[in-house]
């Protein structure tokens, strides 16, 4: 189940049997139901803030740029001259933050 209890945040999957990650949170900073979804926004102690969507940890402010860098760096090293690229979605802005850190990029266009 997952779940906050006691300021810690615990997700189990049954992927993952025997096995649970949990954080320690500082803060919720924000909880609703959407239309479409349970959201939840941490303030932790050691991931820095956390989006979780039903239940399931999302992205860290810690390590997102792992995440962000090998979606954009893979397709970019792959193409001998990438200087226009697109993204189409692109959430967060992440993406387009790495992509802009390749020195042949010129132009980036995001349609959300």
Avoid at 50 to 70: A, N, R
């Amino acid at each position: 189940m997952n779940k906050l209890q006691n300021n810690w945040f615990s997700e189990s999957c049954d992927m993952w049997p025997g096995a649970t990650f949990s954080f320690e949170v500082t803060e919720v900073l924000h909880e609703e139901k959407s239309q479409f979804q349970n959201i939840q926004v941490f303030d932790t102690k050691s991931l820095g803030k956390v989006l979780v969507l039903d239940g399931i940890i999302q992205c860290t402010q810690k390590d997102e740029f792992s995440y962000q860098e090998m979606i954009s760096f893979l397709p970019l090293c792959c193409h001998k001259n990438p200087e226009k690229v697109l993204i189409v979605g692109g959430g967060d802005g992440g993406v387009a933050r790495e992509v802009a850190k390749h020195p042949k990029v010129k132009e980036i266009v995001q349609v959300i």
